[in-house]
């Protein structure tokens, strides 16, 4: 069976984006792309820890819910949040109801703020960028973790982070355009203008997990 199906508009997308509706547009119009700004990477390393444990599909159907819920993740906001917007958030059947996860998140709004004293979140996160990323042809060769996932999730930590571990941070580095490890014969592959043919790259490690 291929990784990469060819889609009816003539486009090569991985299997996973390939025949849900909502998935495909992820695919094709926001996943591997830049993403720098504060708001926009709370909102991701939020949603990541959310997904931790379940498919991103059901996060993705939820994110209305959760901008909803969390006040479009402004990180402002979310960190004035007490105990009644605890409950709220518990009482919230759009969102995923998890006690240390919304914790988490409130925790990591309040860590937001703090890191704008050292250039602010979109600084810190992408200073852990590679000097090369993979260039997987099938899933097999997608990595899961890399060392700067690694050294992030650790650098994050000691900032008051909490369900930053290296899968998780992995996964968000692909999904803001960090490492891109769209497949070779995907039509998204170097779309993020991030990582331009030409472009020092590296084969994929074997993927572990260390989570």
């Known amino acids: 069976m291929t990784d990469v199906i ?8 991985p299997r996973w984006a ?12 926001e996943w591997g792309m830049p993403i720098r700004d504060e708001q926009g990477l709370f909102e991701r390393l939020s949603l990541e820890a959310f997904q931790s444990g379940l498919s991103w599909a059901t996060i993705l159907k939820k994110r209305p819910a959760f901008r909803l819920a969390f006040r479009d993740f402004d990180p402002e906001v979310v960190a004035t949040f007490d105990d ?21 998140t409130i925790d990591n709004a309040r ?10 979140l979109g600084a810190f996160i992408w200073s852990f960028s590679p000097s090369e990323t993979p260039r997987p042809s099938t899933f097999s060769e997608v990595p899961t973790t890399s060392t700067e996932s690694v050294a992030l999730s650790k650098a994050l ?4 982070f909490r369900f930053v571990g290296p899968t998780t941070m992995f ?12 497949l070779l014969d995907s ?10 043919e030409g472009s020092p790259v590296v084969s994929p490690p074997e993927s572990t997990n260390v989570e």
């Open 111 to 120: 860590a937001t703020l703090t890191l704008r004293d050292e250039g602010g």
């Open 187 to 196: 039509h998204r592959r170097g779309s993020s203008g991030v990582w331009a």
């Open 18 to 29: 390939a025949t849900d509706g909502l998935l495909q547009s992820y695919y094709d119009t």
């Open 6 to 13: 060819l889609g009816a508009d003539g486009l090569s997308r």
């Open 84 to 104: 009644d917007d605890r409950a709220r958030l518990m009482a919230d059947a759009g969102i995923v109801r998890n006690r240390l996860k919304i914790d988490a």
């Open 157 to 160: 930590k000691k900032k008051g």
């Open 171 to 182: 996964a968000l580095m692909e999904a803001v355009g960090i490492v891109d490890t769209h």
